[in-house]
């Protein structure tokens, strides 16, 4: 039970980061190997967000909620704007110029917010715990055993997640932005043929990209502390699940982060969590080698 | 702009420099060689943790060692010769922390090498500084220097070595707490120390750890680690290190509720943090190790007044100029007491330059007794030339309405071991 609500919990955030990278590889074709670092971008702008709101938790984090995302897109998309347009979007470049992109970030983060790691309060946490059934001595009884809880601020994490993902998925199949995005992705030279802005489509999808991953780390930063090196996990997850889930296909993302994310708890709870590790990274192996394009890519034609 | 040279700029340049040459080189050799090799600064290599998992360590120790080389040089420096401070980022990482130390043999020509916390880092750079011959003084509490497994130029004489600290700490665990103990460390050199002294120490008391819990120190997130603590268990035994140090604890209170077994932490785990942060209402009642303690006690020693000054800290281990800016109380006097044993290392071998380091190693491995002073504010030490390790008082206090009241204080006979090496007989 704890196992699985702690799975549910780092499925969540793994589902919006490994979108970002998803949606980026999928329209643009483009490796972002910065990824990990617009993740801790957003954790570390939602501590300077809340710090110089002050006032109550939830002031501060509603504001974060909403200014960090935006903010870690614009930056990404000046990002896309200054370095990516310049090497036309080349597949080996684009990996070297990210790699850059990555240490310019950790680095300047380093240099400004310090190598601590602060903390950024949950608007609300209260502890709640589960009760556990079993036949003691007395015949069957109700017990609360330690451990067996979960804070109200993890579910809210879990259901923000599942939120945002509806919206994305509404945004994607039902809109006109969705269409652009979707024409661009199959044929990018056909699509600006119609009179879509390519060079723009891709410094939005950059954008939203980042943006995706900053929204997961304004969500798990009240859970975890902001530190500048924190992107490193989260990148090579979102990897992992991209790779399982087959790189660019959305509904592969989703599946595969369920998949890594639940795994990751129960494992972790019921053996060890380096395991767990290892157990992902020998998935992404046998993918590779059985089903090279993911579970649900689609294999190039 | 672009400035030409020209004839007329060049020849000013000769003049300049030739005139820089003189003063620098020529005119103190007229003036006599001895008075200026006294005047040199004594140069001692810090090596820092100023990024990396121990950055907030780093930070502390640097914060001490400033402050300590202060006094010293307020009080005449080290044999008339002031002290300058060369700081070497390590990035708490064991590679980059040997090559620190090349940088001060080689490049910055320090005496000394100093400071390190991180056992990794000083398992890692020790071999460098016996090959560089350089002394190396380290911070670290680790058992890797008294247990013999690194050299001759690698001390410890300013803070007591893990082994000692966890048996003295297991009489008050199995006789006030409980008998089976569950073990969280970082899994890592440090807490390796903790995982096997505490459970020879706690079986000698007639307890038994129930289970270990090694976690990386890199580690994020905790709670998936707490299942496996098993129901029968009457203590927890929590060390941890790393940046997250404030999410372990939270997430230990968040894990247990209500209803927790005794606790009883190293507070490492909670160094560089606020114990009434918001989270941590949970270790009301719960037991904590202190080198030394953090919130300044009712019968606090003039010593501890003089050195909390001098640091810059209050009467509650926080920075006087922002209390949100807890410091790492329990270790870093350990920066402080080093940089003085240096100091009278340095005197009694009438240190002149590098080619007496192993003069200075022998004054210092002919210190014993250290009285409780201002120049060793934590209590008294026994130094053990042989091990290269020194021995102290060490602290037990209880949260208390939201305060370390220290509860026992075990002393240096506590703590103490037979010897596993004998470093004198090694050659320099």
């Known amino acids: ?301 | 702009m672009i400035n030409k040279i020209n004839r007329r700029t060049a020849l000013l340049g000769l003049g300049a420099g030739t005139g820089a040459l003189a003063a620098a080189g020529v005119l103190p050799r007229s003036m006599g060689f001895a008075q200026a090799q006294s005047s040199a600064p004594i140069k001692i290599g810090f090596q820092k943790h100023a990024t990396g998992i121990g950055a907030a360590y780093g930070r502390w120790y640097g914060a001490t060692t400033d402050a300590a080389v202060k006094r010293i040089n307020d009080n005449g420096g080290i044999n008339g010769r002031p002290v300058e401070i060369v700081t070497e980022d390590d990035g708490t990482d064991p590679s980059r922390g040997a090559e620190a130390l090349e940088k001060f043999a080689n490049q910055h020509d320090c005496d000394v090498a100093f400071g390190t916390l991180f056992s990794h880092v000083v398992i890692g750079s020790a071999p460098r500084a016996g090959e560089l011959k350089i002394p190396y003084f380290v911070v670290s509490e680790g058992h890797h220097v008294a247990s013999g497994g690194l050299n001759r130029y690698t001390l410890q004489p300013g803070i007591t070595d893990v082994k000692s600290q966890v048996i003295s700490m297991a009489p008050f665990v199995a006789n006030n707490l409980g008998k089976k103990v569950t073990m969280i460390y970082p899994d890592f050199a440090f807490g390796h120390d903790h995982r096997d002294f505490f459970t020879q120490a706690i079986e000698a008391q007639g307890g038994e750890v129930v289970a270990k819990i090694a976690i990386p120190p890199t580690e994020t997130t905790f709670t998936r680690y707490f299942p496996n603590i098993p129901r029968e268990t009457e203590v927890i035994y929590h060390v941890m290190v790393g940046p997250a140090v404030l999410t372990f604890v939270k997430e230990l209170g968040e894990f247990f509720g209500p209803s927790r077994p005794e606790i009883f932490g190293f507070i490492d785990s909670l160094e560089a943090v606020d114990i009434n942060s918001s989270g941590l209402e949970f270790l009301e009642g719960t037991y904590f190790w202190e080198g030394m303690p953090r919130h300044a006690q009712a019968d606090q020693t003039e010593y501890d007044k003089a050195y909390r000054a001098a640091v810059g800290v209050n009467e509650r281990g926080a920075s006087i100029d922002d209390p949100a800016n807890v410091s790492t109380f329990a270790h870093m006097f350990g920066c402080w007491e080093t940089l003085n044993i240096i100091k009278a290392g340095m005197e009694s071998a009438d240190y002149q330059g590098p080619q007496d380091r192993t003069k200075l190693i022998e004054a210092v491995e002919a210190v014993t007794d250290m009285p409780e002073s201002e120049d060793h504010p934590q209590g008294d030490k026994l130094f053990n030339g042989k091990t290269h390790q020194t021995f102290g008082k060490q602290y037990i206090s209880k949260v208390s309405e939201g305060r370390l009241v220290l509860e026992h204080t075990a002393s240096i006979e506590d703590g103490l071991y037979e010897d596993e090496v004998d470093y004198t007989t090694q050659s320099f």
């Open chain 1, 1 to 301: 039970m704890l196992a699985s609500l702690e799975g549910a919990v780092i499925s969540a955030i793994l589902v919006l980061t490994a979108m970002g990278l998803s949606i980026v590889f999928g329209v643009m074709r483009v490796v972002n190997v910065a990824h990990g670092e617009f993740f801790m971008l957003g954790a570390v702008l939602a501590w300077v967000v809340t710090t110089t709101l002050g006032g109550h938790p939830v002031f501060g984090f509603v504001a974060a909620l909403i200014v960090v995302p935006v903010l870690v897109g614009c930056i990404a998309a000046g990002a896309d704007r200054l370095i990516l347009k310049r090497v036309n979007y080349d597949p080996d470049r684009t990996i070297v110029a990210t790699i850059g992109m990555l240490y310019i970030i950790q680095q300047a983060t380093l240099m400004t917010y310090g190598p601590e790691a602060r903390p950024v309060e949950a608007p609300f946490n209260t502890r709640l715990s589960l009760p556990w059934f079993e036949f003691g001595d007395e015949g069957f009884q109700m017990i609360w055993p330690w451990g067996l809880s979960i804070t109200s601020y993890k579910l809210f994490v879990i259901f923000a997640a599942i939120a945002v993902l509806i919206a994305l998925w509404i945004v994607l199949t039902r809109t006109k932005i969705g269409l652009i995005m979707r024409a661009t992705q199959q044929d990018s030279d056909t699509a600006q043929a119609f009179g879509v802005p390519v060079g723009k489509v891709y410094s939005w999808v950059f954008g939203l990209g980042a943006g995706l991953a900053a929204l997961g780390a304004v969500l798990v930063v009240p859970i975890q502390q902001a530190h500048y090196l924190m992107g490193g996990d989260p990148l090579l997850l979102a990897f992992i699940v991209v790779i399982i889930g087959g790189l660019g296909s959305l509904p592969g993302t989703v599946i595969a982060a369920l998949l890594i994310g639940m795994s990751d708890g129960i494992i972790s709870v019921f053996f060890s969590p380096t395991l767990a590790k290892i157990i992902a990274t020998f998935l992404v192996a046998m993918v590779l080698v059985f089903r090279p394009q993911g579970l649900l890519g689609r294999a190039p034609s």
